[in-house]
């Protein structure tokens, strides 16, 4: 028999699994509801997932989890353009939202099943036998260099490794209380923030939408563990030098985690001077799940990604793919990882699959050293057209595309600068075609056919843009 991915919804306790401002749900209600909508769900190929960051998209998503259907979770404001492709990609059979939620053209045409969130509104079913570990459990889209974006289907196995190998790099336990304002439909909000929780049988508290003061009062009431992407490290720095109250609450978390784009080393020293608190770096991927994270009980030193997971085995390579074995501080190298954490492949994708992996070992394009004592440091990225920007990664060809199709546009290249509080902001280089176009113009187109995160902050008109004898733009060559 398989082992439950989720023990304590099994066992259906009055301990709180997830709170949403004042919407509460404990294990045994949460059950309740889920395996009710589970056994309308059971058979599916793929369910897609409206995912506000809400109580119904937790109850869906573990609903699919408990019928062993995989769950493709759709930003909630994803641009039409996106919105076709993942649905025609993912050819979900059904859609689960919220009731009386008005879903755009390409899920409106889908089967739709309202999600309840009263328990008393539902009888309760028979738990079903667990599915197996190899089952996919998501379809998480995640951008690349050029094209649209990728379906990464995880299985089971790997969020059950993952998060087991990250309860004992943390010591996280049934005990902690997490808190967050995470998006729900990427890894670390949906993933790490919401199945993690419930995989330990503790509890979430979602913010609905970041805030360091939602953080705060959560923190300074029972809250242990906040989860967060370096933006979000960044306000929380200002706020509190603004706000001893809110430091002293952030000074009573047990663990303060970062991850998905590097924390920089003055917001981790500047949060240590003002709450005490240092926070933990980890490093993952759409398609690895977490790879490596600073324990709790171990150094907390600024700028580095800690130590390999338990089970995550990690080498630096070469250009030709040779193992680079240096701890010196010094040999730069790219991450190759292999474990239980890995997907299972891209969806519909074999060749860019094929691309990624080497030997069994997945290529994650991330350039690190290894200090003496073992700890990586990440230092780049090969691909230069794939910007961080807020935590989000946002591949400069997708916009690019979009924004050729502007009829004011001629020609664009799109780069990542340095940004004090994304990390990156996207800047689009346009040659016009005629007069030039509002910067808020193109912004709106990009938010429109793509996501609002993807729309560029900045833009600059050029008569021209570099370019080699190949007619390549030089992007290196672009400046303010
Ligand atoms: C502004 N807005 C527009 C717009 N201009 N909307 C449409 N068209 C336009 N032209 C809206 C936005 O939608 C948003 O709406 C509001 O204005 C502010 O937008 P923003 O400035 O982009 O948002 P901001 O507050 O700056 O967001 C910062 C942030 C966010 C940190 C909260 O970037 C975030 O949530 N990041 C998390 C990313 C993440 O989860 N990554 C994990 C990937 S997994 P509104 O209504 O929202 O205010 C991974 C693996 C790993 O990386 O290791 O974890
Ligand atoms: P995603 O595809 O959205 O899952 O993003 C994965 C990428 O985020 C990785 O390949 C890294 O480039 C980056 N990333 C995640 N965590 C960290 C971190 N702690 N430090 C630096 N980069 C990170």
């Excluded at 897609?48 to 769950?71: H, S």
């Excluded at 509104?121 to 379809?139: Q, R």
């Excluded at 943390?170 to 993933?191: E, K």
Aim: with cysteine.
């Amino acid at each position: 028999m398989n082992s439950p991915l989720l023990p304590e919804l099994v066992a259906g306790s009055d301990r709180t699994a997830l709170r949403f401002a004042a919407a509460e749900l404990t294990y045994r209600d949460l059950n309740r509801l889920a395996s009710h909508l589970a056994d309308r769900l059971r058979g599916r190929a793929r369910v897609a997932v409206w995912a506000t960051p809400t109580m119904e998209t937790c109850v869906a998503v573990v609903a699919a989890l408990v019928a062993g259907v995989p769950v493709v979770p759709v930003n909630p404001k994803i641009g039409e353009r996106e919105l076709t492709h993942v649905v025609a990609d993912s050819e979900p059979d059904v859609v689960l939202s919220a009731p009386n939620v008005e879903l755009p053209g390409p899920l409106a045409s889908l089967a739709r099943l309202p999600v309840q969130v009263s328990p008393a509104d539902v009888v309760a079913t028979p738990t079903a036998a667990e599915p197996d570990g190899e089952t996919p459990a998501f379809v998480v889209y995640t951008s690349g260099t050029t094209g649209p974006p990728k379906g990464v289907v995880l299985p089971r196995r790997a969020l059950a490794a993952n998060l087991d190998a990250l309860a004992e790099a943390w010591g996280w336990t049934a005990d902690d209380v997490l808190v967050h304002g995470l998006p729900l439909f990427h890894v670390h909000g949906l993933i790490l923030g919401v199945v993690g929780p419930l995989r330990r049988g503790g509890s979430l508290h979602h913010l609905g939408r970041f805030s360091s003061s939602g953080v705060g009062t959560e923190l300074a009431r029972e809250a242990t563990m906040l989860f967060g992407v370096p933006t979000m490290y960044h306000r929380l720095v200002a706020d509190c030098a603004d706000d001893p109250a809110l430091a002293a609450a952030v000074g009573r978390a047990r663990l303060l985690v970062s991850g998905s784009a590097a924390l920089p080393a003055t917001d981790h020293a500047r949060l240590a001077e003002l709450t005490g608190q240092r926070v933990v770096e980890r490093y993952g991927m759409t398609e690895t799940l977490m790879n490596c994270s600073v324990r709790a009980d171990g150094d907390r030193r600024p700028g580095t990604v800690g130590l390999p997971l338990p089970g995550v085995d990690l080498r630096l390579v070469d250009d030709s793919g040779t193992p680079v074995g240096a701890l010196d501080g010094e040999t730069v190298g790219e991450i190759e990882v292999r474990g239980p954490n890995l997907f299972l492949g891209y969806l519909n994708r074999p060749d860019a699959t094929a691309e990624v992996m080497r030997d069994g070992w997945f290529r994650t394009g991330d350039m690190a050293v290894r200090d003496p004592d073992g700890y990586v440091r990440i230092v780049g990225r090969r691909a230069t057209d794939l910007i961080k920007s807020g935590g989000y990664k946002i591949g400069a060809g997708e916009i690019e595309n979009v924004l050729l199709e502007h009829p004011g546009v001629a020609e664009v290249a799109v780069t990542g600068e340095p940004d004090a509080d994304l990390g990156e902001r996207i800047v689009a280089w346009v040659v016009p075609a005629g007069p030039a176009p509002s910067a808020e113009d193109l912004a709106d187109h990009v938010a429109r056919l793509l996501a609002p995160h993807k729309r560029p902050r900045v833009v600059r008109f050029r008569e021209s843009l570099p370019r080699n004898e190949m007619g390549k733009v030089l992007k290196r060559a672009l400046d303010g």
